[in-house]
């Protein structure tokens, strides 16, 4: 039964990927090991996640956009290191055999993977037992030449500027607006700001929810904007657990202090919200949306620094990138208001441990 799944779901459909990648892929699935071939003089990057029923996605979502997620989730950490995929491994353990299911998550799996040229070289098919919850773990291979530091988070300087991609945030609404659709928004909001989550979601434009609610599930990992990133970039990381939490790995790594401008993080939502400024309430919602861009995760966009002399470079290698903050001397970080007020900010970002969103 097993190995029957494997060929019908995984190595049959994955097969015309992996024979478009003779030259790193050696060996793929059906033997004891993948073997891999770097080009030469370049580096292996690798990295893994793990994906539980639950926790990471609602046991509803469709099983296309699950696999989609878990491997675009996954090469977002190579986007963040400026590498480009060899391939990945599956393990996949099951409550219990769903081919409907199997169908669709091998689909969204295979759609991504074909996007960015990452053939499936291996992995594992198990029971799960008497556990009921699903639970999928991936891990990337990638490489980049030797002359390529992988953007340490230890690599931030004072003066450098902070810079993200798309939007912040804007899974976080995604998942505000999918916990709200199955009546359980008080799980993931505390009862102090329920009421202006509430009136966010009831604002939101119906094409703006849609992108939320499509962040959120289908996130496009930011493989080319890494690579242009290549000698531009100091440190960088792309953005899973929150802007404000996955920014404090960076100020702790690089020991220093990084300040995220309120003005810069408002024209984000305003080139993509631009009918905010008309509501009556525009300035409550405002505040609403900072707070929750600064918490909020999910987005697997890339946030990075880099010297200001390389502002121009930046730029110009593609759309929706905006400079949102400063690298200084200091710990932590902190959030400088309109009118000058800097406040700290910690304990934002998702913890595994103390929250279980789905």
């Given at each position: 039964?097993e190995?029957?799944?494997?060929h019908r779901y995984?190595k049959?459909p994955?097969g015309?990927?992996?024979q478009?990648?003779p030259?790193?892929?050696?060996f793929?699935?059906?033997?004891?090991?993948?073997?891999l071939?770097?080009?030469?003089?370049?580096h292996?990057?690798?990295?893994?996640?793990?994906l539980?029923?639950?926790?990471?996605?609602?046991?509803?979502?469709?099983?296309?956009a699950?696999?989609?997620?878990?491997?675009?989730?996954?090469?977002s950490d190579?986007?963040?290191c400026?590498?480009?995929?060899l391939?990945f491994?599956?393990?996949?353990s099951?409550?219990?055999?769903n081919?409907?299911?199997l169908?669709g998550?091998s689909?969204?799996?295979?759609?991504?993977?074909?996007?960015?040229?990452?053939p499936?070289?291996?992995?594992?098919?198990?029971?799960?037992?008497t556990?009921?919850?699903?639970?999928?773990?991936?891990?990337?291979?990638?490489?980049?030449?030797?002359?390529?530091?992988?953007?340490?988070?230890a690599?931030?300087?004072?003066?450098?500027?902070?810079?993200v991609?798309g939007?912040?945030?804007?899974?976080?609404?995604?998942?505000?607006l999918?916990?709200?659709?199955r009546?359980?928004?008080e799980r993931i909001?505390?009862?102090?700001?329920?009421?202006?989550?509430?009136?966010?979601?009831?604002?939101?434009?119906?094409?703006?929810?849609e992108?939320?609610?499509?962040?959120?599930?289908?996130?496009?990992?930011?493989?080319e904007?890494?690579?242009?990133?290549?000698?531009?970039?100091?440190?960088?990381?792309?953005?899973?657990?929150?802007?404000?939490?996955?920014?404090?790995?960076?100020?702790?790594?690089?020991g220093?202090a990084?300040?995220?401008?309120?003005a810069?993080?408002e024209s984000?939502?305003?080139?993509l919200?631009?009918?905010?400024?008309?509501?009556?309430?525009?300035?409550?919602l405002?505040?609403?949306?900072l707070?929750?861009?600064?918490?909020?995760?999910?987005?697997?966009?890339?946030?990075?620094?880099?010297q200001?002399?390389?502002?121009?470079?930046?730029?110009f290698?593609?759309?929706?990138?905006s400079?949102?903050g400063?690298?200084?001397?200091?710990?932590?970080?902190?959030?400088q208001?309109r009118?000058?007020?800097?406040?700290?900010?910690s304990?934002l970002?998702?913890?595994?441990?103390a929250?279980?969103?789905?």
């Amino acid at each position: 039964m097993e190995f029957d799944l494997i060929h019908r779901y995984f190595k049959t459909p994955f097969g015309a990927l992996l024979q478009a990648n003779p030259d790193t892929v050696l060996f793929g699935i059906g033997d004891d090991c993948a073997r891999l071939q770097l080009s030469p003089g370049h580096h292996l990057f690798t990295s893994t996640d793990t994906l539980v029923e639950g926790v990471h996605f609602f046991s509803d979502d469709p099983a296309h956009a699950v696999g989609w997620k878990a491997l675009a989730c996954n090469l977002s950490d190579l986007a963040a290191c400026g590498a480009s995929p060899l391939g990945f491994t599956l393990n996949l353990s099951l409550p219990a055999v769903n081919e409907h299911w199997l169908a669709g998550f091998s689909a969204g799996l295979l759609e991504v993977a074909t996007r960015f040229t990452c053939p499936l070289v291996g992995g594992d098919t198990t029971s799960a037992g008497t556990n009921a919850l699903k639970t999928l773990s991936i891990t990337v291979f990638g490489q980049a030449p030797a002359s390529h530091q992988g953007f340490n988070r230890a690599h931030a300087s004072v003066g450098e500027e902070i810079w993200v991609s798309g939007t912040p945030g804007l899974a976080r609404l995604g998942l505000l607006l999918q916990y709200q659709k199955r009546g359980r928004l008080e799980r993931i909001c505390h009862a102090s700001e329920l009421p202006q989550v509430k009136a966010l979601l009831a604002a939101m434009p119906a094409h703006l929810q849609e992108r939320a609610v499509g962040q959120l599930g289908m996130p496009v990992p930011r493989l080319e904007l890494g690579l242009q990133l290549r000698g531009l970039a100091s440190a960088c990381l792309d953005l899973s657990d929150g802007l404000s939490g996955d920014l404090a790995h960076i100020a702790k790594a690089s020991g220093v202090a990084t300040v995220l401008f309120q003005a810069s993080l408002e024209s984000i939502w305003g080139n993509l919200w631009p009918e905010l400024d008309q509501h009556a309430e525009a300035a409550d919602l405002l505040k609403t949306l900072l707070a929750q861009t600064l918490k909020g995760g999910d987005d697997f966009e890339l946030c990075w620094t880099a010297q200001p002399k390389h502002r121009d470079a930046i730029q110009f290698t593609g759309h929706g990138l905006s400079c949102v903050g400063i690298v200084e001397a200091g710990s932590g970080v902190a959030l400088q208001e309109r009118g000058g007020l800097r406040t700290s900010l910690s304990g934002l970002s998702y913890n595994h441990f103390a929250e279980s969103p789905f």
